[in-house]
């Protein structure tokens, strides 16, 4: 199979990584890539949805199936592209609608969907310019700490939990009257907060059934103990020795099964990855959010211990046999610490060169997320730079390990959290 994997993160050197190492794998093309995915195929100078340029190099190149990374793409309807184009229709896209994509694209669509189907989340209101006065006044009334979230995408930082009705009104006229995250604060979801412990739990399905991939947690926070900002992700771990079978069937009959009916009933068209941001209230599992495709740093995780081959199920998803698929996961525990830049999540820099990077090894890999290759040198390109994970026999060793591996590489500013998982260690 000719494959074209779009996107350039650390998500993206994941799941190429995982799919050269399929027998099914012929040509495995990247676009755009990074220093880590040209060591599994080829990576190309061409945007996530840059839909005609990808309609181009997918006929030149005799793609059999594109795998967007990223929600971007899905977002922009790349789904619906190849479907509507005679000439691409026949070439399976990995991913849903953009109908199905709104899941993630819009809190307020994914919020109507979790109510009509009854999948447990937070109670919430939506408000935007025509009815910012009665917000106003739901604030005011409203329990505290009191959740916002922009309707729409905002890279992961949408989000805003705060402890007095007076920040909570100062961010709503900012989200609404100035645009803070742009278009996507048009709309802002208000809900109420939950307390408990969150976890990400990943599917893959055809649309009709479903099978469940390892799943996740992963720590947002920029500074050890969770403090300081949000960030795109600082590591993760997987298994979550909380998620045992008994929860992790609530997961699946309250959240997953109704989620997969819901789509089907409602004639959303969805294929590929379904990521439920959970969390865990007293043993009871809430939906804080979907993702229509895997996390980052999350992905870097369930891979490497996913032991099945993946474009064997991306086969059986475009087929629509995903049923007979069975998933198998190593026993060992993964645990990723994600090195940044200096002043990530806010400004940081570029172009630091970056020396010590280990080769890939039975028991770890450094996966790169914001780098460039420049002649021989590996340099910096992003907030996040690089993934590093380790499995080992339990998270404790796995941390360890990958700990040892962030002390040996180097680059001027390198920054990293050693607690990933210190709940479970």
Not at 19 to 28: D, E, F, I, K, R
């Amino acid at each position: 199979m000719n494959i074209l994997l779009l996107g350039s993160g650390g998500r993206e050197h994941a799941l190429a990584l995982k799919m050269s190492q399929s027998t099914l794998c012929g040509q495995l093309f990247i676009a755009p890539g990074n220093a880590g995915t040209a060591q599994c195929g080829k990576n190309i100078n061409m945007g996530v949805s840059d839909f005609e340029k990808i309609k181009s190099f997918c006929l030149d190149n005799a793609i059999d199936i594109v795998i967007p990374g990223s929600e971007e793409a899905l977002v922009n309807g790349i789904y619906d592209f190849f479907k509507k184009d005679a000439a691409l229709q026949h070439i399976p896209v990995m991913g849903p609608s953009q109908e199905g994509a709104q899941l993630e694209g819009s809190k307020a669509y994914a919020k109507l969907f979790m109510e009509r189907n009854n999948i447990p989340t937070a109670a919430y209101r939506e408000f935007n310019a025509d009815n910012y006065e009665e917000g106003v006044a739901y604030i005011q009334q409203h329990s505290l700490p009191i959740v916002l979230k922009a309707d729409g995408l905002a890279a992961g930082k949408g989000v805003v939990i705060v402890d007095s009705s007076e920040e909570a009104i100062a961010e709503f006229e900012q989200m609404i009257k100035s645009a803070k995250f742009g278009d996507a604060s048009k709309t802002v979801v208000i809900e109420e907060f939950l307390t408990g412990i969150e976890l990400s739990v990943f599917a893959i399905t055809d649309g009709h059934s479903y099978k469940i991939l390892p799943e996740a947690k992963d720590y947002k926070r920029i500074g050890e103990g969770d403090q300081g900002l949000n960030t795109g992700g600082m590591g993760a771990v997987s298994p979550v020795p909380f998620a045992d079978h008994i929860f992790m069937k609530k997961v699946e009959e309250q959240v997953i099964r109704p989620t997969i009916a819901g789509l089907s009933k409602e004639g959303i068209v969805y294929n590929g990855f379904v990521f439920f941001g959970l969390i865990n209230v007293g043993g009871e599992p809430f939906v804080i959010e979907y993702n229509c495709r895997m996390g980052d740093p999350e992905t870097e995780v369930v891979m490497p211990r996913l032991k099945n081959d993946l474009l064997e199920l991306f086969n059986a998803v475009a087929s629509g046999k995903l049923s007979e698929q069975t998933i198998y996961a190593d026993e060992r525990a993964a645990a990723t610490v994600m090195l940044v830049s200096k002043g990530y999540p806010e400004a940081y820099e570029k172009n630091k060169v970056i020396s010590g990077i280990p080769a890939p090894a039975h028991d770890q890999v450094v996966f790169h997320a914001g780098t460039r290759q420049e002649g021989s040198e590996v340099l910096t390109n992003g907030g996040r730079v690089l993934a590093i994970t380790s499995l080992a026999a339990n998270l404790s060793m796995a941390l360890a390990h990958s700990v040892q591996t962030a002390e040996q590489i180097a680059f001027d500013g390198k920054t990293y959290r050693r607690d990933i998982g210190y709940e479970f260690v």
